[in-house]
């Protein structure tokens, strides 16, 4: 069977191709209800699929996004890549979603792909402190908005972010509320970093607090693994730990195995506390405490701004920045 052509539509409607056109476009054009079912209708059952590409080269625009994100087996990017593709679809754009799998080459190759692909816009969480991937998308004048982790330099950006410094605050304060003084912190490790702005944020509080102590305070990669060799490395410096504060969840339920393998009772021996809430924090047992973002605001947020500067209706650097929370559950006592 022979792939289904505007023409087939419009012999089998009986209708001219350009009123197929304007019609499966959801175009304003003077044609009954009846027809405009018919031919709805008839492109179904010949399972007419548009050429985007086509139609993007003489519109010079396909309704479709791009999504680059640095790790999608790290739930956090995965429940926030939902957000920008329900919230995409209900404004009638597609979202094609690319995995950077932590490697600075493959993001510069992921943003050469989605601009090959001639999407309307990028929304991108870049690996390292510099982003070549960002200045791929400046020169060829691709929309873009940045997600979740700031660029070094950059002045003039759209982007949406989570107030990590307050976060981080905010999880020391809940701790020693709790009476937790002595706070270890596994950091995130990712490419083309140099240090992870939460951990910097850690030592300056407990600093400010008087609690810092950094032979308790450890950088792996923001994995399970991660979390689980950062812990084992606290206690292998054989400190007397409260708590340990973890750079992100996934790390955080590394670090939960990592004791529960050696008996240690958490929250009674010693407490947990994660950060970005994702879904699964609630499921595990025990549940996790955690410093929670507002993931899918930030997608939708994200989203949004991307679609008004497509649309012009935004200026350069604007940037939202949102506020994270306390998720009182059941790793710290």
Known sequence: MKKATLLDIAKAVNVSKTTVS????????????????????????????????????????TNTIGFIVPDIENPYFSEMA????????????????????NSVEKEEKNARLLMS???????????????????????????????DRKIIGEKIINGVFCDNKYGIKLGIDYLIKN?????GFIGGKREGREVDPRLTYFCEVANQYGI???????????SLIGGIMGTEKILKTENKVDAIFYSSD?????????????????????S????????????????????????????????????D??????????????????????TVK
Do not use: H
Not at 42 to 53: G, M, V
Not at 82 to 101: F, W
Not at 179 to 183: E, L, R, T
């Open 22 to 61: 304007l019609v499966l476009n959801n175009k304003n054009i003077n044609v009954s209800e009846k027809t405009r079912k018919e031919i709805l209708d008839t492109a179904k059952k010949l399972n007419y699929i548009p050429n985007s590409l086509a139609r993007g080269l003489s519109t010079k625009k």
């Open 82 to 101: 939902k957000a920008i593709e329900v919230e995409a679809e209900k404004l009638g754009y597609s979202m094609i979603l690319c995995n950077t799998l």
């Open 117 to 147: 692909k001639l999407v309307d816009g990028v929304i991108i969480c870049p690996i390292g402190e510099k982003s070549n991937s960002i200045n791929m998308l400046k020169i060829n004048d691709v929309p873009f908005v940045v997600l």
């Open 179 to 183: 009476n937790k003084k002595s706070i």
């Open 212 to 222: 810092l102590k950094k032979e308790i305070i450890f950088e792996e990669e923001i």
């Open 250 to 270: 996934i790390m955080a339920i590394g670090g939960i195995k990592s004791l529960m393998r050696k008996d240690i009772s958490i929250p009674k021996d010693i």
């Open 272 to 307: 947990i506390l994660g950060y970005d809430n994702i879904g699964i924090c609630s499921y595990i047992e025990p549940e996790l405490t955690t410093i929670g973002q507002p993931i899918y605001e930030m997608g939708k947020e994200s989203l949004n701004l991307l679609i």
């Open 309 to 330: 500067i497509i649309n012009s209706n935004a200026s350069n650097g604007k940037e939202i920045i949102l506020k994270p929370y306390i998720v009182e559950r059941q």
